[in-house]
């Protein structure tokens, strides 16, 4: 059942029509690799550069976190990125695992990360799984999907 949606769903992001993203990162990773493309978005989100990690997403990006979902960049902007920057900003990732994929112009990046830190005057260590998918443009990828699983570390 999983491998049919993310088929019908990989094939709706590539018909997608290129966009060019907004801010001036876009511009810097167009010529990127995906992975540096999700490192950028990382960097700006711990960087709290708000503008940076919106221009690497495209306008239809879908965001799974937590058992929710936003299904717009605009959507994402309004409602969870600024705990996304904060968080980011107040704790430490160190990539554990990273693999890539893909073919013509969609590709995904498989990450496992450690995350450590204070947020909230709470202690944080947590392993996040990650899945970005992405779609070439005229300008450069575009991470279309996001989604995020964490656990407790022990």
């Known amino acids: 059942m999983a491998l049919p949606l993310l088929i019908v ?17 876009g511009k810097v990773v167009a010529a990127a690799q995906p992975t540096q493309v999700v490192a950028a978005f990382h960097a700006a989100l711990a960087g709290g550069d708000r503008n940076a990690a919106l221009s690497l997403l ?7 976190e ?15 990125l600024d705990a996304d920057l904060e968080l980011s900003r107040a704790t430490r990732e ?19 990360t450690a995350t450590s830190g ?3 005057g709470q ?9 970005a998918i992405l779609r070439r443009t005229a300008t450069g990828w575009l991470i279309v999907h996001m989604h995020w699983s964490s656990q407790k570390s022990r």
């Open 66 to 80: 937590a058992g929710g979902a936003e299904v717009s960049r605009e959507e994402y902007a309004l409602h969870h």
């Open 9 to 25: 769903f990989l094939a709706a992001a590539a018909a997608v029509p290129p966009q060019s993203p907004g801010g001036d990162t």
């Open 94 to 112: 160190r990539l554990v695992e990273q693999r890539t994929g893909g073919e013509g112009g969609v590709a995904w990046v498989l990450s496992r």
């Open 118 to 120: 204070n947020f909230r």
């Open 58 to 64: 495209a306008p239809e990006v879908v965001i799974f």
């Open 123 to 131: 202690p944080v260590s947590s392993n996040v799984t990650e899945t």
